[in-house]
């Protein structure tokens, strides 16, 4: 052992170790219970970040932990490799993306394992790699012969700068996720995945996930939007066919005074045809496509389109309006409009002069529509509503639709706001969708024997709007497996989200060439049992997750309804008070800091400087205190080891036998913070307090004379080690060969804490004033000086004896008596 700590040397020593040994590499051993843990792969950008650095670090805790308490733990790393920026870097700099993809997964490679993830290596998995994604193609197949893969046109979101189609996720205030170009909507041929089907499930089984954070399961159930309400039939009058409207509040019925449908309703242009409203109608109906969505919801513009319908109960006639805040996506496109009662239609009623019928009055006040500024949108009585008057709400809605539907005029719906999930990409670096058209057959899918559809590399990606896959003819013309006549493949490719959908059950068999899942490692890892990445997720790749999960389940791969036992957001990693990023210019290279003062550094300024679900604050100071706990540490060992380490007698009194306790305390608390709340800040501070008491003791006089004591420090010293290696496992490693140890702490037993050590021991400690005894007062033993003096100081009797005079001298007989001169 040196006598300087040098995290170079230390940590490409233990590198190399982990490698060689393949420390981490783990099978199937039915008799050990297992331990998933998982952290979002990254995208291969290039180089890992500060959050990549803490996300995995956080991961790297638990894996490391678990296997010290006995676990056999999965713990695998790969790449989401096909995507927009391997694209985008070909237009700007002419490389390949599979060449910039594989470049840039090698350098990440390097940067994680300098860092000294505990990865089992050997289960790497890339999406873009054929031996994957081919099983993507399969599931993909498989969906559409059950229905739940579909092609529709659709009116998508469209980002120009980006030349493709996003998913609803993907935008976020009418912006583009990745270029955070403005979304348009625009009329597409495309590939859906038919999530809805499994909406309420999914939305169900949110009540199931104990182990996720409340605020992700609230951001799904929400996404999920599940409405409860009613189909209500509107014959439209002179014609045969009628308005179907959805409506949550069937109560209000008696209310509605004129309907307001989608400009995208299909009856929209017909209704106004002929009639003097026509060209305002058709005006609506094309301005409203050059909106962005946002932008459109805001107002209350519509026209009325010259047609009525008769109210189902009343038979009373009302004007049928064309309005943009109606969406067609939503229910039916077409709403009855209770002014009275909705907000939005109030404002509508308002501005285009319409009448307003108040049929609900909550309990104390009389609505009076002329003296209303605002709907009411609450509870109450109903009046001015036939056979319904005097019912409560609540129950109105009930027997309305009950009424209704005997007269087959409406029904109960349920409507949720999720939508399909669209996957098709005008993009050419991702997973190719296996279908052909062929002009004989239409549509084919391509055989399963035939899988995978290879992306080809011979493309060109100029930039220049398209697919690029379109242009790749020696891919494009193909021939029909069914006839054999000429087709052309589908060129679309699918979402990236897509991958990341199913990746965490991959990992379980990754190597598997003849099926994508081998079922006994299924079985045997699978749930994840701790799944850890950022909050940005939480709608977008954990819903897609599940989604798949319960799918393939049902194409009977997967034995499970739900992938993610427990879920961990950490926070972000930000720097000057903003999250880092290139264009803020605040960003710490992970690379340099681990140049600098090693990857255990590194580590430990991750885990210490926040509670891991909050943001973390970088800081300098922040990284230099890590290094130099660290560094006091190894000199604290060190010296213990030129010393000669002392065998471990049981002390059975005095400071020897205190440090025990701390010991078996600290190991206490820093499995419960773990174990617990992950809190690896609060545990790392632990044995932090624990180095300090053994600093304290050693080198006392009595230390080299009393075995009880040096075998105390030595235990001490051992257990901090121990309890570190999580955290930074090359030099707690290093160490623990210092002490004089020929096994690694990858495997080592993680300590139990002694239940008497945690008793704590108390005694009477005499306090006197001006040499009287004053007062007795209880106190722990083994308290410092100070906490006696405190504890004094801080009693209510010793108060009143001062009373207000100040002390000039405190004279302590440590675990006796305390005198207070005044
Ligand atoms: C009549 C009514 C009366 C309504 C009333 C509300 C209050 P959620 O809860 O979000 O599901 N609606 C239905 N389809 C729509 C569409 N495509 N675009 C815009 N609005 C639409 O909202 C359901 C309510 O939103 C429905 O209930 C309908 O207005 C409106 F006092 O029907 B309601
Ligand atoms: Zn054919």
Redesign the pocket.
């Known amino acids: 052992m040196r006598e300087r700590y040098n995290p170079k040397e230390v940590e490409a020593r233990w590198l190399d170790h982990w490698e060689a040994a393949a420390t981490f590499r783990v099978q199937e051993d039915a008799a050990r219970p297992t331990y998933y843990v998982l952290e979002m792969f990254p995208y291969p950008s290039g180089r890992i970040h500060m959050g990549h650095v803490r996300n995995y670090t956080i991961g790297d805790a638990v894996a490391r932990y678990k296997r010290m308490r006995g676990f056999n733990v999965l713990h695998p790393m790969g790449w989401d490799a096909f995507g927009l920026p391997a694209e985008n870097a070909a237009i700007d700099s002419g490389v390949h993306p599979a060449r910039w993809t594989a470049d840039n997964i090698a350098a990440m490679r390097q940067q994680l394992r300098r860092l000294g993830f505990s990865y089992d290596w050997s289960r790497e998995i890339s999406t873009c790699d054929p031996a994957y994604y081919r099983w993507e193609q399969l599931f993909f197949l498989r969906m559409l012969d059950r229905g739940l893969a579909y092609r529709r046109k659709g009116s998508v979101n469209w980002c120009a700068t980006c030349q493709t189609v996003l998913a609803n996720e993907q935008v976020s205030d009418q912006r583009c996720w990745r270029c955070e170009g403005i979304v348009i909507e625009r009329d597409l041929e495309q590939w859906f995945l038919r999530i809805t089907a499994y909406a309420e499930e999914l939305l169900q089984d949110t009540h199931r996930l104990s182990g996720w954070p409340e605020k992700v399961l609230v951001m799904q159930r929400n996404w999920i939007g599940k409405?409860v309400?009613a189909e209500i039939r509107f014959p439209l009058v002179g014609r045969g066919d009628e308005l179907v409207?959805?409506?949550?509040?069937p109560d209000?019925i008696f209310g509605a005074t004129f309907m307001s449908i989608?400009p995208e309703h299909p009856l929209a242009r017909e209704l106004a045809r002929g009639r003097a409203q026509e060209a305002l109608v058709a005006a609506i109906i094309d301005g409203v496509r050059a909106r962005t969505l946002a932008d459109r919801t805001k107002g209350t513009e519509g026209v009325f389109t010259g047609a009525h319908c008769r109210n189902p109960l009343t038979g009373t006639e009302i004007p049928v309006y064309v309005a943009d805040?109606?969406?067609?996506e939503?229910?039916?496109?077409a709403?009855?409009a209770?002014p009275a009662?909705?907000a939005r239609d109030f404002a509508f009623a308002r501005q285009h002069g319409l009448p307003i019928r108040v049929v609900v009055q909550p309990a104390g006040i009389t609505l009076e529509p002329g003296a209303m500024d605002t709907a009411y949108?609450g509870p109450g009585r109903l009046v001015d509503s036939d056979a319904f008057t005097g019912l409560d709400s609540e129950e109105a809605k009930v027997r309305i639709v009950e009424t209704l539907e005997v007269r087959g005029l409406g029904r109960p719906r349920i409507?949720y706001r999720l939508r399909d999930w669209g996957i098709s990409r005008q993009r050419y670096w991702g997973a190719p969708i296996p279908v052909v058209y062929c002009q004989a057959c239409g549509l084919v899918p391509v055989p399963e024997t035939d899988l995978p559809v290879v992306l080809p590399t011979e493309v060109v990606c100029s930039g220049t709007g398209g697919s690029p896959l379109a242009a790749a003819t020696a891919f494009v013309e193909t021939t029909c497996p069914r006839c054999g006549g000429r087709a052309r493949r589908e060129t679309d490719t699918m979402d990236t989200f897509v991958e990341s959908s199913w990746y965490f059950a991959r990992y379980t068999a990754p190597a598997e060439d003849d099926r994508p899942f081998d079922p006994t490692a299924l079985a045997y890892w699978l749930p994840v049992d701790q799944y850890i990445g950022g909050i940005e997720h939480a709608v977008l790749h954990l819903l897609y997750a599940r989604f798949f999960t319960k799918v393939l389940r049902d194409l009977g791969w997967l034995a499970l309804d739900e992938p993610f036992e427990r879920l961990f957001t950490q926070g972000m990693v930000i720097k000057d008070g903003a999250k880092m990023s290139k264009s803020k210019g605040n960003v710490v290279d992970p690379g340099q800091l681990v140049e600098q003062y090693g990857a255990d550094t590194a580590r430990l300024f991750s885990l210490f400087a926040a509670p891991p679900e909050r943001d973390l604050e970088w800081s300098d100071q922040g990284v230099e205190g890590m290094s130099r706990f660290l560094h006091r540490l190894w000199r604290l060992v060190y010296e213990q080891r030129a010393a000669g380490l002392a065998a471990g007698a049981v002390p059975t009194a005095g400071a020897a036998r205190e440090l025990v306790r701390r010991t078996h305390r600290t190991i206490d608390r820093v499995s419960t913070d773990i174990e617990k709340r992950m809190h690896f800040n609060t545990a790392i501070a632990a044995v932090m307090e624990l180095v300090n008491a053994i600093q304290d003791v050693t080198g006392l006089p009595a230390e080299g004379s009393d075995p009880g004591l040096a075998g105390a420090v030595r235990g001490a010293l051992e257990t901090t080690v121990i309890l570190l290696a999580p955290f930074v496992p090359h030099v707690a490693n290093e160490l623990w060969r210092g002490l004089g140890h020929e096994n690694t702490l990858d495997h080592h037993p993680w300590p139990t804490a002694d239940p008497s050590a945690l008793v704590v021991d108390r005694i009477e400690l005499v306090v006197q004033v001006n040499g009287r005894v004053r007062a007795k007062i209880d106190v722990e033993a083994g308290s410092s000086e100070e906490a006696l003096v405190e504890a004094v100081l801080g009693n209510d009797r010793v108060q009143s004896v001062l009373g207000g005079r100040p002390v000039k001298r405190t004279i302590v007989v440590p675990g006796r008596v305390v005198n207070l001169v005044i």
């Open positions: 409405s309400g409207v959805f409506t949550t509040r209000t989608a805040f109606v969406l067609m939503y229910g039916t496109g709403v009855m209770v009662h909705d949108e409507q």
